[in-house]
T-cell receptor, first 114, second 110 residues
Framework: KAGVTQTPRYLIKTRGQQVTLSCSPISGHRSVSWYQQTPGQGLQFLFE???????NKGNFPGRFSGRQFSNSRSEMNVSTLELGDSALYLC?????????????FGPGTRLTVT | SQELEQSPQSLIVQEGKNLTINCTSS?????LYWYKQKYGEGLIFLMM?????EEKSHEKITAKLDEKKQQSSLHITASQPSHAGIYLCGAGGATNKLIFGTGTLLAVQP
């Protein structure tokens, strides 16, 4: 079974621009979660989508948004980029919710904002 | 809100030595994930522990969950250079919203 894939793997953007990241979950998984990882804050939960609906949300500003398609693929968008948005963005897929299901992570997208 | 504290923050061991990493929660643990990360890469799933007293092993890595102590431990037997990386514990309760510890950086010297 193919693992979680994320595209692109690396991205350089300028402050003020917007960016869209993509995540394809493991086949059959319906939950996709997004995380931001920075040296200062560590791994922080952004949001989770399940069956095309946002099910959980972290404490990030409205510039961070996401969506999920009927095939479970998910995208996250960051508008009006700030230097502090430079981070590794990770997505995780799961077959369901909570500890009945294991969560598997993708390789991440490294976003650099200049 | 729940916080996870990992100890030690970093660890250097000689190849072949055993080691233990601890993850302590500020609230009751209903389950716990262990992941390994190479710098700048994604998280590799190691184990998921679902109930107190549970112990799981995979190759030379064993993890235990002590619900009463609100703690989990990860033990590596006969460490190898391939074990080097950052070990992260994560907890989430009934949802997929995981809170992660700050990580333990492991270096294994040949």
């Amino acid at each position: 079974k193919a693992g979680v894939t994320q595209t692109p793997r690396y991205l350089i953007k300028t402050r003020g621009q917007q960016v869209t990241l993509s995540c394809s979950p493991i086949s059959g998984h319906r939950s996709v979660s997004w995380y931001q990882q920075t040296p200062g804050q560590g791994l922080q939960f952004l949001f989770e989508y399940f069956s095309e609906t946002q099910r959980n949300k972290g404490n990030f500003p409205g510039r961070f948004s996401g969506r999920q398609f009927s095939n479970s693929r998910s995208e996250m968008n960051v508008s009006t980029l700030e230097l502090g948005d430079s981070a590794l963005y990770l997505c995780a897929s799961s077959g369901g919710g909570g500890f009945t299901y294991e969560q598997y992570f993708g390789p991440g997208t490294r976003l650099t904002v200049t | 809100s729940q916080e996870l504290e990992q100890s030690p923050q970093s660890l250097i061991v000689q190849e072949g030595k055993n080691l233990t990493i601890n993850c302590t929660s500020s609230k009751t643990l209903y389950g716990l994930y262990w992941y390994k990360q190479k710098y700048g890469e994604g998280l590799i799933f190691l184990m998921m522990l679902q109930k107190g007293g549970e112990e799981k092993s995979h190759e030379k890595i064993t993890a235990k969950l002590d619900e009463k102590k609100q703690q989990s431990s990860l033990h590596i037997t006969a460490s190898q250079p391939s074990h080097a990386g950052i070990y992260l514990c994560g907890a989430g309760g009934a949802t997929n919203k995981l809170i992660f510890g700050t990580g333990t950086l492991l270096a294994v010297q040949p």
